[in-house]
Antibody, heavy 118, light 111 residues
Framework: QITLKESGPPLVKPTQTLTLTCTFSGFSLSTSGVGVGWIRQPPGKALEWFALIYWDDDKRYSPSLKSRLTITKDTSKNQVVLTMTNVDPVDTATYYC??????????WGQGILVIVSS | QSDLTQPRSVSASPGQSVTISCTGTSSDVGGYNFVSWYQQHPGKAPKFMIYDVSKRPSGVPDRFSGSKSGNTASLTISGLQAEDEADYYCCSYAGSYNNYVFGTGTKVTVL
């Protein structure tokens, strides 16, 4: 059974760095073809994919956010860590991590609401 | 990279069918058979419903079907049920630069 759970601060101040952790079970991020992605959803708005890391440490970022993002994995801890620098109130959103296999995101975490406000 | 375009809302009575369109470009929807669909109930995480344009994961009712023509993908829900009332999002692979792009989302209302 695959499960994922996001953790991190619920409130960050503008210009600070946001660090989110995705802790998962039921799969290994060393298995060929597997990835973990991050998708966010501002309140009342659509989903937005923005980061992805694969089993072979290949990393992908949304071009619009790439300069502010770093994604890493710790296979031994079954964790993926995302950092986003210089946050702004427009980054307020529910952040989801999801298991990716082939071309789709088949298992999602429950999401974590992060508010950016002074 | 722009979001894929979906109608803001669609509605129908129980037992009827609805079709949700997802319009992109030749760089995403039209260029790859990697369109997936997700159902999201209020306050919940998205649920994976369709992959590779028209394939259903195990456990998804066969009332849900997907298709694609050119730059537009579609999700059809047949025999609409009350529990189908939710937001639906399409997603497409968009190449090695943009990677993945989601649709604008469609609210399905069961009248």
């Amino acid at each position: 059974q695959i499960t994922l759970k996001e953790s991190g601060p619920p409130l960050v101040k503008p210009t600070q760095t946001l660090t989110l952790t995705c802790t998962f079970s039921g799969f290994s991020l060393s298995t060929s073809g597997v990835g973990v992605g991050w998708i966010r959803q501002p309140p009342g708005k659509a989903l937005e994919w923005f980061a992805l890391i694969y089993w072979d440490d290949d990393k992908r970022y949304s071009p619009s956010l790439k300069s502010r993002l770093t994604i890493t994995k710790d296979t031994s801890k079954n964790q993926v860590v995302l950092t986003m620098t210089n946050v702004d109130p427009v980054d307020t959103a529910t952040y989801y991590c999801a298991h990716k296999y082939s071309s789709y995101f088949d298992y999602w975490g429950q999401g974590i609401l992060v508010i950016v406000s002074s | 990279q722009s979001d894929l375009t979906q109608p803001r809302s669609v509605s129908a009575s129980p037992g009827q069918s609805v079709t949700i369109s997802c319009t992109g470009t030749s760089s995403d929807v039209g260029g790859y058979n990697f369109v997936s669909w997700y159902q999201q109930h209020p306050g919940k995480a998205p649920k994976f419903m369709i992959y590779d344009v028209s394939k259903r994961p195990s456990g998804v009712p066969d009332r849900f079907s997907g298709s694609k023509s050119g730059n537009t993908a579609s999700l059809t829900i047949s025999g609409l049920q009350a529990e189908d009332e939710a937001d639906y999002y399409c997603c497409s692979y968009a190449g090695s630069y943009n990677n993945y792009v989601f649709g604008t989302g469609t609210k399905v209302t069961v009248l």
